[in-house]
């Protein structure tokens, strides 16, 4: 069976390293999180890319300076926000907490069931919006509760800050029926890039891209390398047990 006994050697200690190497990345050797608690060679790795993403996310200054041209632009639109997969009171529920954060901008908000009836300054309610989204992409969630508790009776402050992706996105879209573009595309730029990241990475410490450029450059090397140790160990074994891949003869025709 063994044709190249070096080169079955070879793919052995390839193979049984890569699995050694392999049993560590998921061994809970690693830093810990930030709340004290074990994590293995992904979930550290995971954690990392997260702080970069989160430190490369923040257009928050930029957005609020596009919306200063808004300042004074009155509006008035009529949204639900409602689900389908609602369950009774969830719709209601959910206007009267949007209602909070509309009326706490400066807004005028009339509730009917699980509909809005809005009337405010857009810039004025968009300021409010990129304010709590600061607050929440700073990991300052305590602000969050203090302002929206007792209005919203929760005390879940992604949920209160999750009103203004509930209500934004539909507003906008009434804008872009409207043929209203300009502030249909400040809207959509005030969730995509200023609510959505502050939500998504809120608790999440930020770094910069930079300031870990040593170790980012180690682990993009590390999996390029990972992947073809693998790759190698089984070429290697195959080879020595004188399994190989040869192109076909090419057959004339007589």
Do not use: C
């Not at 992904?42 to 996310?57: I, R, T, V």
């Not at 992947?227 to 040869?246: V, Y």
């Amino acid at each position: 069976m063994v044709r190249h006994g070096k080169h079955l050697g070879l793919g052995l200690i390839m193979a049984i390293s890569f699995y050694v190497v392999l049993f560590l990345i998921f061994s809970t050797i690693f830093p810990k999180t930030k709340a004290g608690e074990p994590q293995n060679g992904l979930q550290w790795a995971d954690e990392m890319f997260n702080n970069l993403a989160k430190g490369s996310s923040y257009f928050i200054p930029k957005v609020a300076k596009n919306n200063e041209k808004f300042m004074g632009t009155m509006f008035s639109a009529k949204i639900k926000v409602g689900k389908p997969e609602d369950k009774p009171g969830e719709g209601e529920t959910r206007a009267i907490r949007s209602a909070a954060i509309l009326t706490a901008a400066g807004a005028q908000v009339e509730v009917k069931v699980d509909e809005l009836k809005i009337e405010g300054d857009l810039g004025m309610i968009l300021k409010a919006a990129l304010d709590d989204a600061d607050v929440m992409f700073k990991n300052e969630g305590e602000k969050i509760k203090a302002k929206y508790a007792v209005a919203m009776a929760t005390d879940d402050e992604k949920q209160m800050f999750r009103q203004w992706n509930n209500t934004l996105p539909k507003i906008s879209k009434q804008f872009e029926k409207e043929k209203k573009i300009p502030e249909a595309k400040i809207l959509t730029a005030v969730v995509k890039k200023a609510i959505e990241p502050a939500y998504n990475f809120y608790k999440v410490d930020g770094a910069k891209v930079k300031d870990h450029i040593g170790l980012m450059t180690f682990l993009l090397i590390f999996y390029v390398v990972y992947t073809m140790w693998w790759g190698f160990s089984i070429f290697f074994i195959f080879e020595g047990l004188g399994l190989s891949m040869k192109k076909a003869k090419v057959k004339k025709e007589v």
